[in-house]
């Protein structure tokens, strides 16, 4: 399709939870000329490998262009009928939470909230969870056990005006790049030491001042230490404890029986004591202390603990909500924040609104809904196997792809099968899950990013606009009218009588400030009666954005510095967590834990880019890390190729012999499908054994084991 030869349109990068602002200038035969937005907070003009080469993206190739069902191409009355059909057909066969919905961070969150509000207001299914819960979903309940409310405090400038920041679990310089070059500004200008936590060495622990390889899973051990480390030299802020917060005596006593000094926690972390004396004794003397974490503190079945170990730290000594200090959860997706602000995970109902009696109440009253939910429904992981169960007879997956993501992705694509319906809304028509098959199977072509227009937020909880500067190809739509016209169809028409992005966002904002007295965090009040001007003019801004008060206008950079949280005495919690320990131990016959992740150069399941081949140069092929102690004893060599071997399945990977990885341990990217590699897939041969808290399964830690071939 031609594209609209429009002047720059300034948008924001669809790739990681940095958020950075992209310029895009339309060539007026398709391409786009891509710079980075100057003006944009996040990015002051830079952008990274995946951003800068987001124009070698945007053809058509691979595009889903027109509905079909089964295989043929339909109208998008015929496709839309068949949907609404065989929605009500099962619901009125086996209930409303026969049918499921899986979303993304991906989409924009005025789809977000059309999505979120049709399956819980009108259809009346809880089952609405997303990729997101693969993703931050451990910080979202750490957050929610500390301070009452999914708040991330602070912002980028905190690691402008750090002197130490702490990564745990994050490959920053790879996966949130634009952020790193920020630390190592602040390094540059100020001094800021940088600590890495993470069993790998990546790109970032080469780049850190003290890298800390504990053993896998040991990160709450760490923690415990670093506790009972800053307890015994007196380095707690009482005053901050006494008057901010309940619970130190617990978390300290539990903190103390894991790791009571640097000795216990050398031992318990398999760190050097050296080091973990000089991380304490570092952390200990300084005071503007960041702690940032990401997908490997997040991605375990201890993921909920492992945040709540870190920000037990910064309660403890009041680094919190203050210049430079406080604790950063990474996030990973462009728009995972902006599906919390909605409710698109299974265990949040809507505008950071949970399921007590007055909070459905007042989602129903806003909705108007018929069939409002009152409780919890299934989270991915388990949302699939009650796919395989039978319990989930009807299924849409907006915007992502889980038979590649997802844990145990061979049986989730068999399970498909068994489906009466499976709706894939998508951009792109080669996918593993747009290829994947139910009984009746309906692709919906969706626009995708230059596309549509709508707003995302990111890891500092700042909301950027997404615009359009390509027109929509071949019969695509955005997600929310292809959603409201399936709500109209099922008898809703009044409810998502919705003409345009803005007046989503309205709605959504109005919701998040109705009968908001201050005491939820999420308040876009101030924006809930932008027209359409000024929502096509928004400025990036950082939530909460309230009708009154100095944070009106401009939104608020840091929370809790007044050391007021959300929860019902304002006061936040400390939380004893428990010692660490794998879901699943290595065994003689799966010797090696599998560690899966992200690679610099290419975004997910590689359905965007892989379609650069600047980006697809940086490693071609699917590939192991393995340490040299491990590679000898099973006779494997640099570049050559093994099998890897897991309870679920195994995959045919290239070896690339480094001491980067510990001895005992393996990783292996994420990205590669059976579309781009045979037998690529690493997440598949995860069994996902999930977080009792936020229900995020482990991809960090899989027994699995190696041979040549
Ligand atoms: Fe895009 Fe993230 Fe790179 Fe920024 S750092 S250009 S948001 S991928």
Request: hydrophobic fraction near 40%; include cysteine.
């Amino acid at each position: 399709a031609p594209d609209l030869a429009a002047p720059a349109v300034k948008t924001t990068c669809p790739y990681c939870g940095v958020g950075c602002g992209v310029i895009a200038t339309p060539d007026g035969q398709g391409g786009v000329a891509i710079a980075g937005d100057p003006d944009h907070p996040a990015n002051f003009g830079r952008l990274c490998s995946k951003g800068s080469a987001l124009g070698e993206t945007v053809d058509l190739g691979d595009r889903l262009l027109a509905p079909t069902v089964d295989g043929q191409s339909v109208s998008w009355e015929g496709a839309l009928g068949t949907v609404a059909g065989g929605l009500r057909r099962i619901a009125e066969q086996h209930g409303p939470d026969a049918i499921a919905f899986y979303l993304s961070g991906q989409i924009l969150t005025e789809d977000y909230y059309v999505a979120n509000k049709l399956a819980k207001g009108f259809i009346g299914t809880p089952h609405v969870d997303t990729n997101s819960r693969l993703c931050m979903s451990s910080a979202v309940a750490a957050h929610r056990r500390a301070f009452g409310s999914d708040t991330v405090p602070g912002c980028y400038e905190d690691l402008d005006e750090a002197d130490l920041i702490v990564l745990v679990g994050s490959n920053a310089a790879w996966c949130h790049p634009i952020l790193f070059r920020r630390m190592v500004d602040a390094r540059k200008n100020r001094g800021t030491k940088i600590v890495t936590v993470d069993p790998r060495r990546t790109q970032t622990g080469e780049e850190a001042d003290l890298h800390l390889g504990l053993q896998p899973g040991t990160d709450t051990a760490l923690f415990s230490g670093l506790l009972s480390y800053l307890a015994g030299q007196a380095k707690l802020d009482g005053r901050f404890i006494e008057e901010h917060t309940a619970g130190i005596e617990g978390a300290l006593e539990r903190a103390r029986q894991i790791a009571p000094d640097a000795a216990a926690t050398a031992r318990a972390t398999g760190l050097a004591e050296a080091d973990v004396q000089a991380f304490f004794e570092l952390f200990a003397r300084t005071k503007r202390v960041v702690t940032a974490f990401s997908q490997g503190a997040n991605q375990s079945a201890q993921g909920t603990d492992k945040g709540n170990a870190i920000i037990n730290c910064h309660l403890a000594t009041g680094r919190i909500g203050r210049p430079g200090m406080g604790p950063l959860s990474l996030t990973g997706q462009p728009n995972a924040m902006g599906g919390r602000e909605v409710g698109g995970l299974a265990n949040m109902l809507a505008a950071h609104m949970h399921f007590a009696p007055e909070e459905v109440d007042r989602v129903r009253r806003f909705w108007k809904a018929p069939n409002i939910i009152t409780g919890e429904g299934m989270k991915a992981v388990a949302l699939f196997e009650a796919i395989e169960r039978g319990k989930i007879k009807a299924l849409w997956v907006i915007g992502t792809n889980p038979v590649v993501s997802m844990p145990r992705a061979d049986r989730i694509r068999e399970s498909l099968k068994t489906l009466d319906l499976y709706v894939v809304s998508e951009a792109v028509a080669t996918s593993d899950s747009a290829r994947a098959v139910g009984k009746k199977t309906v692709l919906l072509p969706a626009l995708a990013w230059g596309e549509k227009d709508g707003t995302v937020t990111n890891t500092e909880r700042r909301i950027s606009r997404q615009r359009a500067f390509l027109k929509a190809p071949g019969q695509a739509r955005a997600d929310w009218a292809i959603l409201s016209d399936v709500a109209r169809r099922l008898g809703h028409g009044e409810a998502f009588a919705y003409n345009s992005a803005v007046e989503i966002f309205r709605e959504h904002a109005a919701l998040s400030a109705f009968e908001n007295d201050g005491t939820r965090d999420f308040d876009l009040g101030g924006l809930a009666e932008i027209d359409r001007h000024a929502y096509d003019a928004h400025l990036p801004m950082q939530w909460p954005v309230p009708k009154r008060g100095p944070d009106a206008r401009k939104g608020r950079a840091r929370l809790f510095a007044d050391g007021r949280f959300y929860t019902f005495d304002q006061r936040a919690r400390f939380v004893a967590v428990q010692p660490p320990a794998l879901a699943q131990p290595v065994t003689a016959e799966r010797p090696l834990v599998l560690n899966t992740g992200r690679i610099r150069d290419h975004w997910h399941t590689m359905t965007r880019t892989g379609k650069s081949q600047r980006l697809s140069a940086h490693r071609a092929v699917p590939f192991v890390e393995i340490h040299p102690d491990d590679a000898a004893r099973h006779r494997l060599s640099d570049g050559g190729f093994a099998r890897v071997t897991t309870d679920l399945g195994s995959a045919i990977l290239e070896v690339t012999v480094t001491d980067g990885v510990l001895p005992g341990s393996i990783f292996a990217p994420m990205h590669w499908s059976d579309m781009t590699a045979s037998d690529g897939r690493a997440a598949a041969l995860a069994r996902g054994i999930t977080d009792p808290v936020s229900g995020q399964p482990e991809l960090k830690a899989t027994p699995a084991s190696v041979e040549a071939v």
